[in-house]
Structures are given as C-alpha cells and as structure tokens.
C-alpha cells in the first residue's frame, strides 16, 4: 500500500498569508492521482484539488496543487479566515486508496 | 445537486455485527463509483472500500477484508456496508463518498460505536 505522509503536522498562519502543505507518497503515484481535501469540524470533507492539480468545481483559485511522483504540494495563496481547518491528501493510483494523516491549519 | 445520506450507525458489542445503508439521490447512481470512509473519534480519514459502477469490483483495506463486505442496489440507489466480527478499533465516523475524480460528494455520516 502508498503510504502518504503530510508535513507539518500543524502550521500557524495568519489571515493573508501564504500556506504550503507537504505529502509525500513512499512510492510513486500512477498517473500522479492525489486530491487533496479539506475538513471543519463537524463536517464531513470536501474535494479541493484532483489529479494533483485540478481545481475541483467551485473551490476559489487561491487553492492550487502541484507535484508528480512522489512529491506534491496544496498551497492556498493568501489565507481567508474560513480556510482554518484540516486538510488531507489522498492517493488513488492503486486499487487501495489511502489517505495521508492530515494537517490542520490554525490560526 | 444530489446527496448521499447514511444511516444504521450503532453502539454495538465487540464480535457483533452492523449493516450499514447509503441512501442516494439527485444523480444517476449507477454510473459512479462508491466508497466508504472512516473517522475515528479525534482521529484521520481512513479510506475503508469500494465498489464499481456494476458491483463487480469490490476492494478493501487490509484492516476489514473478510470482516466488511460493501455492496450496492442500483435499482433501490442505495449503497451498503455489512460490517462483522466488529472490533473497538472499528469505533468511527462512517461516510459514503461518490468518486468522481476524487471524492466529490460525502454523505453526513454515520456513528459506529463498539463497546461492551
């Protein structure tokens, strides 16, 4: 199985500022399928970015993705306060997909 | 837009057994992949199964195969999970996702309790 691990475990911003989140995959991932996801309390997950660096439908284009291999990135440009939350990449390249163990953006 | 509701949660003792349902609308069901996904108490997602469009195709993370089994019921747009032999560890939130590219659309969830 891909083992996703996402770095840092949490990061402290502030409102207009620029975040990078980390995932690496332990190998590398077919055709680069990674979405990366994002989760506030109580809720369930949305989609943000799929393919590594798609925007899903609707999400602002502060959001973007990038990276191949094994190596990929979700940078939100300058922070609005309701991007506070969790945030997950997860890899669908094999037949088992996984999830990375998340990063939670605070303020 | 569409939805996906989840029901059937429980609290459940260890060795016990859950069947859990997914109940879909507003889009043409038979035409997407579905997956189940978990939530620990205070804890990460962790991708569970998945079923293809036909119910041919069926996978699972090591954790759960030969305890869970996913199936689904186009005709009735439903999707399920019958859970067996259930562990404390199993404890979780549990989500229907539709897979669209990714996971574009998740249900409300559903809670799973196992304890005695």
């Known amino acids: 199985d891909i083992v996703l691990t996402q770095s840092p475990g949490t990061l402290s911003l502030s409102p207009g500022e620029r975040a990078t989140l980390s995932c690496r995959a332990s190998q590398s991932v077919r055709n680069n399928y990674v979405a990366w996801y994002q989760q506030k309390p109580g809720q369930a997950p949305r989609v943000l970015i799929y393919d590594a660096s798609s925007r899903a439908p609707g999400i602002p284009a502060r959001f973007s993705g990038s990276g191949s291999g094994t190596d990929f990135a979700l940078t939100i440009s300058r922070l609005e306060p309701e991007d506070f939350a969790v945030y997950y990449c997860q890899q669908s390249g094999t037949s088992l997909y996984t999830f990375g163990q998340g990063t939670k953006l605070e303020i | 837009e569409g939805q996906l509701v989840e029901s059937g949660g429980d609290l459940v003792q260890p060795g016990g057994s859950l069947r859990l349902s997914c109940a879909a609308s507003?889009?043409?069901?038979?035409?997407?992949?579905l997956n189940w996904v978990r939530q620990a108490p205070g804890k990460g997602l962790e991708w569970v199964a998945n079923?293809?469009?036909?119910?041919?195709?069926?996978f699972y993370v090591d954790s759960v195969k030969g305890r869970f089994t996913i199936s689904r019921d186009n005709a009735k747009n439903s999707l399920y999970l019958q859970m067996n032999s259930l562990r404390a560890e199993d404890t979780a939130v549990y989500y229907c996702?539709?897979?669209?590219?990714?996971?574009?659309?998740w249900g409300q969830g559903t809670m799973v309790t196992v304890s005695s």
């Open positions: 996702g539709r897979w669209n590219f990714a996971l574009d659309m």
């Open positions: 507003g889009f043409t069901f038979s035409n997407f992949w």
């Open positions: 079923i293809n469009q036909d119910g041919s195709l069926k």
